[in-house]
């Protein structure tokens, strides 16, 4: 456990935080951009971390027990949803930014100092570019159950996809156990029909920016493919 010594001192806006290293040196700023999507911010870390065994390594980081989660691992539908669920229950307990230096110091124990710089630069705003960038058919038409049908058949960590929506990780755990049983591209279908039904920026552009941001760039080309057949 750090000291409340070792905590730092905090000068924040509505979108940056500043946090002084007092063991290396008192002029070594970090300066991490939040966005309102604070699950989405989670997501991203957790998308990073790699190792079979990282999730382990991460919880007794954190401070928690690896018995713990040992005995949770298999809960989980991948790797990438059980790191997710450790950072979202630690930060239940420790708000950032003020613990932002504990959560930093994690992830320099478990050896992922690079992460702690992309987190510095880490915004839903760069995969919202990217994708304006991209030739896409009407990017503000909203897009269709179809389209919703293609994302679902092809997108194996749809979760990742809800929380860019913030779409709330409790409403994610809900229909879950709620439709507990059944296959996960139903679930995916399902879950991304509530978002939509109940978005306001159910977009082309938006479906392709989250595409971007898990890495699916394959399947953003096949739905702009499909948007200019349906134009012509």
Known sequence: MISSDNLGKFSRNRSVFYIFDNEQSKQRLRTIHFVENMECFLDYIASRIKGTECGVFLSAALGYGVSLV????????????????????????????????????????????????????????????????????????????????????????????????????????????????SSMDYLALRMLSKWKSEGTNSTRLALCAALLYIESRALVDKLIQRWQQKSS
């Open 70 to 181: 040992e005995r949770q691992r298999h809960e989980f539908s991948s790797q990438h949803e059980l790191v997710f669920s450790i950072l979202h229950n630690w930060q239940k307990h420790h708000p950032l930014p003020e613990n932002a230096n504990l959560l930093c110091r994690a992830m320099e124990d478990i050896e992922q100092k690079a992460l702690v710089e992309e987190m510095k630069n880490f915004s839903v705003q760069m995969f919202v570019e990217a994708a304006r960038s991209i030739d896409i058919p009407k990017p503000g038409e909203m897009i269709s159950e179809e389209d919703l049908v293609i994302v679902s058949k092809n997108v194996e960590q749809f979760k990742r996809l809800l929380r860019f929506f913030k779409f709330p990780q409790k409403c994610i755990d809900d229909l879950e156990e709620e439709m507990k049983g």
